[in-house]
């Protein structure tokens, strides 16, 4: 299984072929599955994105509220026997992902997906943790996802680097 997580794509207007690098577009699609941690922004790209993968998500705190109102805060799915939680502020700080951690094991998660820092991260410890970064606006990182394969109970996850924008 393979999966994509994204977040913060901050899509205002305009189709996700304008917006987002057709190298993100691609892993998109051959993904078994698109997790986006909040801020869409936009319901256009919420829906779009819904049209190219099955996609699983939460709202970020600049969604707009037409999105706040249908997609949920957090969750938890099942996947191949591992808990994935969603949420999009879990951790407050690039340096410190002590918040994350304990919202991980607070949503009895094997595995965070979450969003807000703009900056990839992948850390193990009893949990994964893991902030794809954003492929639009990056903060002190490149643009970014995280793909995630999960085989014979194990997952492992890699940070992929996207072209576009760069914030050092």
Do not use: W
């Amino acid at each position: 299984m393979r999966i994509l997580a994204i977040a913060d794509t901050h899509i205002k207007h305009g189709s996700i072929n304008d917006q987002l690098p057709d190298d993100l577009i691609r892993l998109i699609k051959e993904a078994d599955m698109l997790i986006h941690a909040g801020d869409f922004i936009s319901k256009q790209a919420f829906d779009e994105l819904s049209t190219i993968a099955e996609l699983e998500s939460v709202h970020g705190n600049m969604d707009d509220p037409v999105l706040k109102g249908i997609l949920p805060e957090r969750k938890v799915i099942e996947v191949e026997g591992m808990n994935i939680g969603i949420i999009h502020e879990a951790a407050l700080s690039i340096q410190d992902t002590t918040g994350a951690r304990y919202m991980a094991k607070e949503m009895g998660a094997d595995v965070l997906i979450f969003g807000h820092i703009h900056k990839p991260i992948i850390e193990r410890s009893d949990v994964l943790l893991v902030c794809p970064g954003s492929p639009t606006s990056p903060r002190l990182s490149e643009a970014a996802a995280v793909e995630l394969v999960i085989e014979q109970g194990r997952i492992s996850g890699k940070i992929i680097t996207l072209p576009g924008a760069r914030c050092f």
